[in-house]
């Protein structure tokens, strides 16, 4: 199977990458494509996929927060440039998208067809981009994650690791929470999704559900610094440009359908340690 992976030097693009070792790969990253010039995405058609993993996106919410004009840029208009080229070249199209198109004020977690409002510029990015894709097209996927974390670039393990050692001790909010999900897992999931032909909206994330708090303390737990005290705050405590969502973990029931499941995250952050 031909397969056109966006973002391809990103966190998932990377796993995605190795869970696909043997398909015929091409990989598509900054500078030699760049998403929002529609005329170099217009040749993705011509290479003839049969399908496009789009991880390429703005992933820095504070980042969008400062700046949406960017982000509506590379996270819609981009999404929409690569829509059009899945359409032109008859291709399925895989967008994966966040749980931060959900305002967050929900007590259980998001189904997959719950309503979705935004409350940050990423997240209204990444919700503008899903319209646009669905509009577009039929043969789409859209796989909404949340925390992602992997080997090999800065991520919220890494960062809390290297805070504790900095700092010796960690301050983490109680009131973000969602599902911590291992890029190598969702790489795997997504290489099975895209074998059913089954289209439409996903959750794929780790199974169950914490804090950034709860989060950091099974980090360090699982790191070998249960030592280092990490002290509970609330994200008033904390100036960020972005808001996120305070409740938004997200249900995988359509996954679960087809059989694809992800274990616990805390399993997968033991690999991550492993690795
Ligand atoms: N990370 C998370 O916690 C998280 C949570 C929910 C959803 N997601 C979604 O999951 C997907 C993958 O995330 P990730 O963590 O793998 O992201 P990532 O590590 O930031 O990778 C994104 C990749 O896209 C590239 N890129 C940025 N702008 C581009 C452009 N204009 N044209 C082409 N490529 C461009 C980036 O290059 P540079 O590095 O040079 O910018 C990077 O290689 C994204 O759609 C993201 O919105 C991520």
């Given at each position: ?30 500078p ?26 703005m ?6 927060a ?8 590379i996270?819609t208009f ?8 899945c359409q032109?070249?008859g ?7 966040t ?5 967050g ?9 719950d309503?979705r409002?935004a409350i ?9 981009a899903?319209?646009?894709a669905?509009?577009?097209?039929t043969?789409?996927?859209v ?6 974390f ?6 919220f ?18 009131d ?14 997504v ?13 794929l ?16 737990k ?11 705050i ?7 440009p972005s ?17 694809i ?15």
């Amino acid at each position: 199977m031909r397969i056109v992976i966006t973002g391809a030097l990103g966190q998932l693009g990377t796993a995605m990458q190795a869970a696909l070792a043997g398909a015929d790969l091409i990989l598509i990253d900054v500078p030699d494509w760049d998403i929002t010039d529609p005329r170099q995405v217009s040749r993705m058609a011509d290479l003839k996929p049969e399908v496009v993993i789009h991880c390429a996106a703005m992933t820095d919410v504070d980042g969008c927060a400062r700046n949406p004009d960017l982000a509506y840029r590379i996270n819609t208009f981009g999404t929409q440039n690569v829509a059009l080229a899945c359409q032109r070249a008859g291709a399925a199209m895989v967008h994966i998208s966040t749980n931060e198109v959900f305002d967050g004020t929900a007590t259980e977690p998001y189904r997959e067809f719950d309503s979705r409002r935004a409350i940050n510029p990423y997240g209204a990015s990444k919700l503008a981009a899903e319209r646009v894709a669905t509009r577009l097209l039929t043969k789409l996927y859209v796989v909404r994650i949340s925390w992602l974390f992997a080997r090999g670039r800065p991520n919220f393990v890494s960062k809390m690791v290297d805070l504790a050692d900095k700092h010796g001790q960690l301050r983490v909010v109680t009131d973000e929470v969602a599902n911590p999900t291992y890029a190598p897992d969702l790489a795997a999931a997504v290489a099975r999704l895209i074998q059913t032909e089954h289209y439409g909206v996903y959750h794929l994330v780790n199974e169950g559900y914490c804090s950034r708090y709860e989060f950091a303390v099974e980090i360090m737990k699982q790191s070998g610094r249960e030592h280092v005290p990490v002290l509970p705050i609330t994200s008033d405590q904390l100036q960020r440009p972005s808001t996120p969502p305070p409740f938004a973990p997200l249900r995988n029931t359509f996954g679960a359908a087809l059989g694809i499941t992800l274990r616990p995250w805390q399993e997968a952050l033991a690999d991550y340690f492993s690795e």
